[in-house]
């Protein structure tokens, strides 16, 4: 038996987003409705009702994992959200390329983000040229958009519990970043947050893209401040959990990294990406391919939640349109639906309408052959009001390797 | 937009209230119905299925808050429930009135409720006119009912870990208060109580009522017995959660206590009781007019609950039906139901059948521009049951101000 999750990025919506309808209720989806035809639907709150979900905390609770235990702040996920390779236990900062002074034997910072600049990725290499190897400790840093970036620290006895080395305002010293806990670990993790400052200015302040933008009367990055200090949390991965080889098939980086953090390869598929360009047939082909290696299969489809962002309704409905005709299309002419349980539903509610992720419940459809059809001739989510499968908290990913008959009883 | 929750306390029923039906489903309530015609329902469980709720837990429960959490003891939101005022942190204590006799220097319970006087209200003066300033504690005493009372002790270093002044029988000393905890503030507590013990024997001995009664042949209530220490939780608001500001319209005290600890500004409503006399065309009215100050108001009304614990099933019907007509009638005549969100539910059920609050799920009704719509027809436990929001638990608020789009986003 296969297992394939495919989660469309804030695919719920809003009376208000089509004029009485949804983006859903309005597309045309008949791969989708043949799915519900054939299976039960039900709600579910991706984290509790009335919660408005971010999208790690939404991914951590569909895969089973607690988020109000888990979730340490933005700084782990964010680190993952970027692409970079995190593990259980390692300290992680979100980070700004800033610009500061030498005023008597200080770093005076004078602008916290070195005038936004576009040079981030063309500095990553110096700063992951910084030696910390007398430190004992390994760290990786990737920049992202504008200043903004992320460190990961990797190493025996780290602690989060150390302030910033952001002052969060300009005109004073680089901060000493200190131990917020009276404890040996945090006391080291100062000190080498410390040191990596002092370092990552000789690294910086020369370098070749510093020089062209002081030249041109620009700010050079030539510090790098952390903030947010952060520890990844030790998931068991749900493929250990329950005795499987799972993948992923994804465009964005957040959702390979909470695939890779739940145990799962993440797959390498050219023209997948996190927007409304994606290739959809090829997702569907990767997915396909990857049933022959794998026992379970997340996919995710990110262009749903952009296109509610963008307040565009036609275009979500336009995508709902696509998905169901390109990825669903596709993968149903592959699929023996007596051999695999599929669930099809969103991480959140993005209404165009509001722009924004909502608390509103979010339709999921479940098929497969342990799956006990109800009445639901249709995927919406008025459909799934009155689905056989009822209103639940997240928790997709057990319920679907359960129907599998994947996992561990719990008690005897 | 703006959000209100009406609370019918007591709401839901039993088909053997009435010969097969609720008093909900035989009471005429077209413009509740209407609502529902327009909304959507679902079943509540106050706190959990299963759990038999109280109106402080289930109020916490319907705000957000967990009660298994913050619910430390009667004490506390008994002091609210009679009115006082209560903050995070202060220490309260369920009281007696009771009747000593010196016997060698020992203060002997002769009668545990000093016999059950009606004279509390006229003590109340007496106690808080105890000095207590030498100890470094500020404390605040008010009677209820018969011998009832709480008291509420506020300051630094104090603690609920102590035991009863009251020895829970007669023909024995005043209890010595005990530190339960090893700590100093536990100590402290202790020592504080027992100084109130003998000082407010002292104020009440001679005290004109006190005199009045023993030349009458009754018990004086020359003594105060504490008990069921408990201390208040330090509740987040859920207006500076939400960043909203809310207001509250209600008779019963208890709900006017829940309301401010969660924030809530309580309105002073003129003809707004506790009972089946409140004047729910004024509660409208002051509902109406709050909206143009605050974001949210929050409606409580009792008297459903009363008929209830009376097992009056005609009273339960006929005061329904009076909501219906003159609280929602005067409402709905002033709201634009396209700028407002509208949870109407219970605390809890109280059957007339039964004659107390039971576990049985509360029917929920949620009208609004972002509530999806269902197919009901008719606001009643039987169509809550097949309504499109299915079953959860509790928190009531927190969806409603999710539905308007207040409030943070848990992750990123």
């Excluded at 910072?109 to 990725?121: H, I, S």
């Amino acid at each position: 038996m296969k297992a394939i999750l495919v989660i469309l990025d804030g695919l719920g919506g809003r009376p208000t987003d089509l004029d009485g309808a949804t983006c859903l209720e309005r597309a045309a989806t008949p791969n989708m409705d043949g799915l519900a035809q054939r299976g039960a639907l039900g709600l579910m709150d991706p984290i509790r009702p009335g919660v408005r979900p971010g999208s790690d905390t939404s991914h951590l609770a569909i895969f089973g994992y607690d988020p109000f235990q888990v979730y340490t702040g933005r700084g782990a996920f964010e680190a993952l959200g970027i692409g970079m390779e995190v593990r259980g236990g390692d300290i992680c900062f979100r980070t700004n390329f800033a610009t500061v002074e030498e005023r008597g034997g200080e770093l005076i910072v004078v602008d916290r983000r070195a005038g936004r600049l576009a040079e981030g990725k063309e500095l990553e290499g110096a700063v992951n040229g910084i030696d910390l190897s007398d430190l004992g400790v390994e760290f990786s840093f990737r920049a992202s958009t504008e200043h903004r970036g992320a460190l990961v620290l990797r190493g025996e006895n780290l602690s989060a519990a150390v302030s910033d080395t952001d002052p969060h305002e300009t005109g004073v010293p680089i901060a000493q970043a200190k131990a917020l806990a009276d404890s040996q670990a945090a006391r080291r993790t100062a000190e080498i947050l410390n040191a990596f400052s002092r370092r990552a200015y000789q690294a910086l302040k020369e370098h070749p893209v510093n020089r062209r933008r002081r030249e041109s009367g620009k700010p050079p990055g030539n510090a790098l401040l952390l903030r947010g200090a952060a520890v990844m949390p030790h998931l068991r991965p749900v493929t250990e959990e329950y005795g499987v080889r799972g993948a992923c098939v994804a465009g964005g980086a957040l959702y390979k990294g909470v695939a890779r953090a739940a145990g799962l390869e993440v797959l390498d598929v050219p023209g997948a990406t996190g927007d409304l360009r994606t290739d959809l047939c090829a997702m569907a082909k990767a997915t396909l391919a990857a049933l022959s290696d794998y026992d379970f299969v997340f996919v995710h489809i990110k262009g749903t939640d952009n296109a509610g962002h963008d307040g565009d309704a036609q275009a979500k409905t336009d995508f709902i349109e696509r998905i169901d005709r390109e990825f669903f299309g596709t993968l149903l002419a592959g699929l023996d639906l007596t051999q695999v349980h599929l669930v099809v539903s969103g991480d959140h509610t993005t209404p165009p309408a509001a722009g924004e992720h909502t608390a509103d419940p979010v339709p999921a459809l479940f098929v497969g052959p342990a799956i006990r059809p109800d009445k639901c001739q249709k995927f919406s989510e008025r459909a799934a009001g009155e689905g056989g499968l009822g209103r639940f908290s997240g928790r997709l990913v057990p319920q679907l390797l359960a129907y599998c008959d994947f996992g561990p009883k719990f008690g005897a």
